[in-house]
């Protein structure tokens, strides 16, 4: 999942002394309250009929951080947890993309419109790039935050802006995308937005990924279509076809795209894994349909395909754990690895179905243990 100016002061965080339990109801906190362990459980009760969900998880800094629609969750190495809030109602925080080369967690909150970062230093928020105007639909189906060793970029639907700490956003230069439009749907018109599946910055040269045709976040994997191009992005803005073989199954699903310093991976919308890096452009296939999608720190794709498993890629493909609970279609998944630990969380896709609820594990050797965070 992936959505959406003026600077605002950094926020250091005074220790863990500060915690709330209640944020006025007309207003929206600057920066965010600390909400330790006993009292997150008030939070999730003023979502009222809604459940509790998870947007994101990554390791930072030896702790598991979650996007919630509470706020952002931070569980340490012992288990113990705290709640980041912003406002009492309406707090949700999606993601987390990981800013390697600037060590700092980037999220969107929905409801402010802005970003957050969070680093050592503690929260800062950064509006969005000056020429971005969308609505919470856009929001929701078209921000995404890019990550890499050499910096941190935001892509929409059809741009791209590169983060500086001195100059804020900067446009990257790009030309529109050569993309024909949806021959299955008579009402289609050309148009770039369903066409541009991944930006990927490596360290001596940038991937853009396109489709040959707008295609959208819920449509079936078994349309019919042509795979997906990639091309080099050059210093002037042009695009440089990359000439490689690819099988018709190579169609990016840039939904669950993950990137990781110099490696990208992201499932096929026809099943099976695409892998790309500076020197590798590869299809590879899989044990089912991955529903989950992260990257090692060695740089190795972990994936959870239900009836399966979870399972590591590093030139075959090694089962890791057993899945903890069955597949149901009616939930999200998502996975974090860091060095020693493995995270797994499920989230209701229908938060407003209250009897079912998000689960969370984080692996123990070689067990996935259960985590209760309030």
């Keep these: 999942m992936a959505f959406p100016g003026k600077l605002l002061l950094i ?114 928020e950064i509006s969005l790039p000056g020429d971005v105007e969308l609505t919470r639909a856009d929001m929701l189906n078209g921000i995404k935050g890019v990550g890499a060793k050499t910096g941190f970029w935001l892509r929409s639907t059809n741009a791209v802006w590169r983060w500086n700490d001195e100059t804020r956003w900067t446009r990257v230069r790009m030309p529109e995308f050569d993309c024909s439009f949806n021959i299955l749907d008579p009402t289609d018109r050309p148009r770039n937005s369903g066409c541009f599946a991944a930006f990927l910055p490596f360290s001596d040269k940038t991937f853009v990924v396109t489709h040959w045709r707008p295609i959208s976040a819920n449509e079936s994997g078994d349309t019919p279509t042509q795979p997906d191009r990639v091309s080099i992005l050059e210093a002037e803005g042009d695009l440089v076809e990359v000439n490689i073989p690819t099988p018709s199954k190579f169609i990016v699903d840039e939904s669950m795209l993950k990137t990781s310093n110099d490696n ?52 075959k493909w090694e089962k890791l754990f057993a899945e903890p609970e069955p ?45 209760t965070p309030f």
């Excluded at 020197?279 to 994936?303: C, F, Q």
């Excluded at 609820?357 to 985590?371: F, T």
């Design 327 to 371: 597949y149901s279609p009616d939930f999200f998944y998502f996975l974090a690895k860091d060095t020693e630990r493995l995270a797994f969380a499920t989230t209701p896709k229908r938060p407003r179905a209250r009897s079912t609820r998000s689960q969370l594990w984080i692996s123990e050797g070689k067990q996935l243990v259960e985590n």
């Design 264 to 315: 990208a991976f992201a499932p096929s919308r026809t099943g099976g894994l695409i892998q790309i890096s500076p020197n590798l452009i590869d299809y590879v296939n899989t044990p089912g349909k991955a529903e989950a999608l992260t990257i090692s720190s060695e740089g190795h794709a972990i994936a959870y395909f239900p009836g399966h498993g979870i399972f590591e890629w590093n030139g």
């Design 11 to 124: 926020l250091l965080l005074v220790s863990g002394s500060l915690t709330c339990t209640s944020i006025p109801e007309d207003r929206v906190t600057a920066f965010p309250v600390v909400v330790e362990r006993g009292a997150i459980g008030s939070a999730v009760e003023k979502l009222g009929d809604n459940a509790f969900s998870y947007s994101g998880i990554a390791f930072f800094n030896s702790k598991l951080i979650a996007g919630t629609n509470i706020g952002v969750l931070e569980i340490d190495l012992d288990g113990n947890s705290r709640l980041f809030k912003w406002t009492d109602f309406d707090d949700v925080v999606e993601e987390p993309w990981l800013d390697t080369a600037n060590s700092t967690l980037w999220f969107l909150h929905s409801n402010r419109q802005t970003l957050v970062r969070y680093s050592r230093e503690g929260w800062s």
